[in-house]
């Protein structure tokens, strides 16, 4: 479910509601509900407002995407600390699903310093693939179109591509796990 600007009014139309919090989740029905689909990607602003705070309610994980640069590095750990208070008042499911590294520019000192970072901080939860700083992926909202369809075969897109492969794998694999963990009736 893609975000778009005419979110922004969503911010003010919820502030006032009941269980203003929870609207996403009552809207994407029961888990009995979605059983047509087996992963949903909700694409959320930068920011914790409303909007973002109903997609952290209604979703059990979170696929954070983290620019190679310093700055980012202090989101992350906030962001970290928002979703451990949600998990306890609001959604006990939620936790990081893994991060991604973005606008990663391998000839940059900083960058690769930030990648170094992250990946030694939190591990297995980086995925392997990198999304590279690319003027095609950047190009492509200016058109109206996502990378894929603006152009599939530059690095960037070509990356996303590597990125879903992994994900899915990923998925593929804690779906596994948590099969053999459970009891036989």
Excluded at 33 to 59: E, F, K, Q, Y
Excluded at 112 to 132: K, M, N, S, W
Excluded at 147 to 153: F, S
Excluded at 155 to 174: C, D, M, N, P, T
Aim: hydrophobic share 45%.
């Amino acid at each position: 479910m893609p975000a778009s600007v005419s979110l922004a009014g969503a911010e003010i139309e919820l502030i006032d509601l009941e269980r203003r919090e929870h609207r996403l989740a009552d809207a994407l029905g029961t888990a009995e509900d979605r059983r047509h689909w087996t992963t949903i990607l909700i694409d959320c602003p930068p920011s914790l407002g409303l909007v973002t705070l109903n997609a952290l309610v209604a979703v059990d994980a979170v696929l954070v995407p983290l620019q190679a640069e310093f700055l980012a590095l202090e989101g992350i750990g906030a962001l970290g600390t928002t979703i451990e208070r949600i998990k306890k008042r609001l959604n006990p499911r939620l936790h990081i699903a893994g991060i991604v590294l973005t606008m990663v520019d391998r000839r940059m000192t900083l960058s690769q310093q930030v990648v170094a970072d992250v990946r030694a901080h939190y591990g297995e939860l980086v995925f392997g693939t990198t999304i590279p700083r690319n003027v095609r992926i950047a190009e492509a909202p200016s058109h109206g179109l996502p990378v894929l369809i603006y152009d599939n075969a530059c690095a960037g897109s070509q990356a996303y591509i590597l990125l879903a492969s992994e994900f899915i794998r990923r998925r593929r694999i804690a779906t596994e796990q948590k099969a053999s963990h459970e009891p036989v009736p």
